[in-house]
């Protein structure tokens, strides 16, 4: 039976708010350890699981928190972990536990484009070509893995130093996030530098680690925003009463609090699934990006029409909040697509 870890994750929730409400930069939420967790202890890690990674992803969201940390510790290290353990691979996974070393995967958000590694065998050795559109922290990578194809169709990792490629950045209306382009035009690769898989469906697993990433971040806003919202209407009066005790604010908070519910629901799964590395983590991290990341964009716009008219101000912070949700939707694949991979899971059965 799994221990229950409910007390600590409870502390480490508490740590992370704290944290992050005094506007934690990265050297501070490296030395709190926090790259680290679930790295082993032979890595200086925390030797623990990507349900505590979780925990903090979902804080982040909490606090619309800008910076790095989504990108190394839930793709960066996650990615490292599933290649052959070799002395580059564990020298990056120590610095990026320590937080000397800033690596970005240049997974392509959207989905769209890919990289390919062409002359292997070849005199002047391989070349990297391709690109990705929408990389998450792109511009702040200090070191770029680059997931890539050999010519026999072999999925590889790439380590490239970013002065190699040519990293553009992307502007978004989310001015809490920041993505880049990643371009390779032939760069050079050294064969230290290539990396393989220790399971074949590594690239399938990444993905869908990275969509439980962002659904733990818009868990955290849903709840952000649904607890401002209720402190708002328990204060604000009008004819006399609080707003919160009209019966259609209290429905519409009723609602809130149904989508938050169902969605801690989901995202609880997926992140046991993903700690586990069962059979459905496939299906569940579907369901939890499908669903958490269409409720927070709702919740977020409801919050903002319960604050009235100083919830379209600039002041009143909601639009961050929802302008984060809705990129958290389009990124690693639509609600549209996850629910489409569900479909088409059932119909094969």
């Known amino acids: 039976m799994p221990a229950d870890l409910s007390e600590f994750h409870d502390e480490l929730r508490a740590s992370a708010s704290g944290l992050l409400a005094q506007g934690a930069d990265w050297a501070a939420i490296a030395g709190a350890g926090w790259p680290g967790l679930e790295v082993p202890a032979a890595f200086d890690g925390a030797d623990g699981t990507f349900a505590e990674v979780a925990v903090v992803l979902r804080e982040i969201g909490r606090a619309a928190a800008p910076g790095p940390y989504p990108s190394v510790a839930a793709l960066a290290i996650g990615t490292l972990d599933l290649l052959h353990p070799g002395p580059v691979r564990d020298g990056l996974l120590r610095a990026a536990v320590a937080g000397t070393a800033v690596p970005v995967v240049a997974i392509d958000a959207e989905g769209t484009e890919a990289f390919r590694l062409t002359g292997a065998s070849g005199p002047d050795g391989a070349r990297l070509h391709g690109s990705a559109g929408f990389v998450l922290d792109a511009p702040a990578a200090d070191r770029v893995l680059v997931p890539a194809l050999e010519p026999d169709g072999t999925a590889v990792v790439v380590d490239v130093d970013p002065a190699e490629l040519t990293v553009g ?31 074949p469906d590594a690239p399938r697993r990444l993905r869908d680690r990275a969509a439980v990433a962002v659904a733990c971040d818009s868990l955290g806003i849903a709840e952000a925003m649904l607890d401002a919202t209720v402190a708002h209407t328990s204060v604000r009066h009008q004819f006399g009463r609080p707003v919160g005790s009209f019966q259609a604010v209290k429905h519409a908070c009723a609602d809130m609090l149904v989508q938050v519910t169902v969605a801690r629901e989901l995202v609880d799964a997926a992140v046991r699934a993903q700690a586990d590395g069962g059979p459905d983590a496939a299906a569940a991290s ?23 008219g100083m919830g379209y101000t600039w002041e009143s912070g909601v639009h961050v909040y929802l302008k984060r949700a809705a990129l958290n939707r389009s990124l690693f694949g639509t609600p549209a697509q996850h629910r489409a991979r569900l479909a088409g899971r059932r119909a094969r059965r």
């Open 169 to 199: 950045d992307r502007p978004v209306l989310d001015a809490t996030r920041s993505l880049g382009r990643v371009a390779a035009d032939g760069a050079a690769v050294r064969p230290e530098s290539v990396h393989r898989f220790r399971v």
């Open 286 to 308: 579907a369901m939890a990006k499908s669903y958490a990341c269409t409720a927070a964009v709702e919740v977020a716009g409801k919050a903002m029409q319960l604050h009235g």
